[in-house]
């Protein structure tokens, strides 16, 4: 027999705890949480990367020996600062992709939906591309310091661009129609699932698409009214709604209707 291990309920803000269950099946369910406030993780996506922008300035004066630093090598200082930069970089675009999803932009308007949702490549190449620049063009600079600041500088902002471009972007469009779907119904389990790195939710904890994943995320309420199972699912990156369980619940919603005549 296949090791049973408790399935937990999804528990956010206001919401209480569903009774645990168990599952023969070799998988856990892991409780999704609300990721809360859009506007504070939009700060805090702003000050990491004001920090970011400051740190590049830092890296710059000291390439062109404007301020100098005595406790250690000027190029292993620019290398630090370009680190950290990178890391500030990095941490507010995750804040930024974040806050998207829990309070999405509308695309009425596709050159500012790009835009608003790839704040993060912009700040990267802010934080990059202005250091490369002007590292390949510093004629007083050692060789072996342009060498070096340039290759970190360009695999810094490869790596920041990587990480900070939105490949799933969410529109307010977008929810409001995945949100409606289910209108006025009840979800088939009280429950959505999804997986960590899946970009769809699902209806069904059996559905054939995630019944072979050892880790599935849930997001429950006692009352399962859907919007804010869905709302949860949307907040840690699922866009859409997986087509078989849709067709599953529709076609269970039709035999119902069908067995109430």
């Given amino acids: ?28 369910v892991v409780a999704a949480k609300s990721k809360g406030n859009a506007t504070g993780r939009r700060v805090g996506a702003v000050i990491l990367w004001v920090i970011a922008i ?3 300035v830092l890296a710059i004066l000291l390439l062109f020996a404007k301020i100098e ?15 950290l930069d990178l890391i ?29 949702n790839n704040m993060g490549l912009i700040v990267c190449v802010a934080a990059f591309l202005p250091f490369i620049i002007l590292t390949l063009t510093n004629k007083k600079a050692d060789k072996k310091t342009k060498i070096v600041a340039t290759v970190v500088g360009i695999v810094a902002l490869l790596i920041g661009g990587l990480f900070s471009i939105e490949w799933n972007p969410l529109s307010a469009e977008q929810k409001a129609e995945q949100e409606g779907i289910f209108a006025d119904k009840v979800l088939p389990e009280g429950t959505v699932y999804f997986t960590q790195f899946g970009k769809k939710y699902h209806l069904y904890f059996d559905c054939q698409h995630i019944n072979q ?12 009214e859907d919007k804010e199972c869905v709302d949860i699912a949307f907040e840690n990156g699922c866009n859409d709604v997986c087509k078989t369980c849709k067709e599953r619940f529709e076609k269970a919603q039709a035999e119902k209707a069908a067995a109430g005549n």
């Avoid at 599935?216 to 399962?224: H, S, T, V």
């Fill in 1 to 28: 027999m296949a090791e049973k291990k408790t399935v937990s309920a999804a528990e956010s803000g206001r919401k209480k705890a569903a009774p645990a269950k168990k599952t023969e099946s070799g998988q856990t």
């Fill in 54 to 56: 400051a740190l590049e």
């Fill in 69 to 83: 630093i005595t406790f250690m090598n000027t190029l292993t200082a620019i290398v630090i600062l370009l680190v």
């Fill in 88 to 116: 500030c970089v990095i941490a507010g675009s995750l804040l930024w992709k974040q806050a998207n999803h829990i309070d999405p932009a509308s695309e009425k308007n596709k050159t500012l939906f790009w835009i608003w």
């Fill in 213 to 224: 994943s050892n880790t599935i995320y849930d997001a429950a309420l006692d009352k399962p």
